[in-house]
């Protein structure tokens, strides 16, 4: 199995040549721009559009046509993106990453710039099913990869240097898929929750609410709805005991790589995102959870999972929004973090009922509330407690038990 970047020189850097061009401006149908031959080649690569498409008269080959919008839907929804065929960062890091095949170049921890790519997730699925890498799947060759790669290489025999090279490739194809040691990650979060206790006291949950501040149906913001929701959240969680960190104030706007690392400073038991929806149809609305997940061994949070539909049950029961239902997703909010993590779209501010419950603030209020009780939930046994039967005082007498 060679080593050798061949496709790397072949197809160029997407994200980082959107980058140079518009100051990533996305990409889309009906979109005239050089970058579209690239975007073809990585959708080819990808095995999401045929190679006899790429073939294009000279005159179209930068002209971002029908068939390419639905390749790139249809890489979008495989992806667990949103599936709109619009090529902006979260879409164009996915495709350059969908380029790596395991083998094609040697993966090791870089300094300052990891290495991401569909290669690392297959090296990443072998050692979950062989019970050696207690982490998810998410594609990113960080400190946990090269950890469990160098207890892969003891295992097997090889110098245990942390890095991916030829002779691990050759005894990873010997070894075959015969040995199966389960999904350690999926073990440890689940242990961690039946450990810890049913008290919601010295738990840490990090909030992090949404800053849109673009005005919806009657001028509410996903910026004033959102931390809103997020502070009544926090008022109740400190009341029994969690500690509670946002992840910033409403004026500020901090990069998703910077809201995690802080949850990750904070070893945060819970994540929860909070935002809301937008559609150019207005009959558009409803609530909706998200959590991690994807095909590949690994590539799935069943606490945060188990936490989604939780809070999209008891949101449902306690207030008029329409059930949109629990999704997993490939988005970066519940991707990157290593604890179970969740994104809750309150509504669409784009819908006039919708709008008009969240800006209520009697309305906020029971939905944060709805929140905390799918927390306490979450570390009940199954059948303690119904959808919608949880009191205030309930979860109470279960913070005086820690």
Not at 129 to 140: N, Q
Not at 197 to 209: H, I, M, N, Q, R
Not at 273 to 293: C, K, Q
């Amino acid at each position: 199995m060679s080593t050798s970047p061949r496709h790397q020189a072949s197809v160029p850097d997407l994200p980082t040549l959107m980058g140079r061009s518009g100051a990533g401006r996305p990409l889309r149908l009906g979109d005239d721009d050089e970058l579209v031959p690239v975007l073809r080649a990585l959708l080819v690569r990808a095995g999401a559009l045929l190679p006899g498409v790429v073939a294009q008269p000279p005159a179209q080959e930068t002209r971002f046509d029908q068939p390419l919008d639905a390749a790139v839907r249809g890489f979008q929804q495989d992806r667990g993106l949103v599936t709109d065929g619009v090529v902006g960062p979260q879409t164009a890091l996915a495709l350059d990453g969908a380029r790596w095949r395991l083998g094609d170049r040697t993966l090791l921890l870089t300094a300052g710039h990891w290495m991401r790519g569909d290669d690392v997730s297959a090296l990443q699925e072998r050692m979950v099913v062989l019970g050696l890498h207690a982490g998810p799947v998410d594609g990113i060759f960080g400190p946990a990869t090269e950890s469990s790669l160098r207890e892969l290489q003891r295992g097997l025999g090889l110098p245990a240097d942390g890095i991916c090279g030829r002779p691990t490739f050759t005894a990873l194809g010997a070894l075959g898929r015969s040995v199966s040691g389960g999904d350690a990650w999926a073990l440890r979060s689940r242990g961690s929750v039946a450990m810890a206790g049913v008290s919601l006291a010295g738990k840490t949950v990090v909030l992090d609410p949404g800053s849109d501040r673009t005005p919806g149906v009657g001028g509410v913001t996903e910026a004033s709805v959102a931390y809103d929701v997020a502070l009544r959240l926090a008022d109740r969680l400190s009341a029994v005991g969690a500690r509670v960190r946002l992840t910033h104030n409403p004026d500020q706007d901090v990069s998703t790589e910077d809201r995690v690392a802080l949850a990750e400073s904070e070893s945060a038991d819970l994540v929860i995102n909070l935002i809301t929806e937008r559609h150019h149809n207005p009959v558009a609305s409803g609530v909706a959870t998200y959590y991690w997940g994807g095909g590949r061994v690994g590539q799935h949070s069943e606490v945060g999972q188990r936490l989604a539909q939780l809070m999209q049950r008891e949101i449902v029961a306690r207030t008029t929004l329409l059930d949109c239902h629990s999704h997993p997703c490939s988005y970066d909010p519940v991707r990157l973090t290593r604890m179970p993590a969740v994104i809750l779209a309150l509504g669409y501010l784009t819908n006039p009922e919708d709008a008009a419950h969240l800006g209520d603030a009697d309305f906020r209020s029971q939905v944060a509330e709805a929140i905390l009780f799918a927390v306490q939930r979450l570390y009940l046994a199954e059948n303690d407690a119904e959808t919608g039967t949880l009191k205030l005082s309930d979860v109470q007498a279960f913070a005086r038990q820690r």
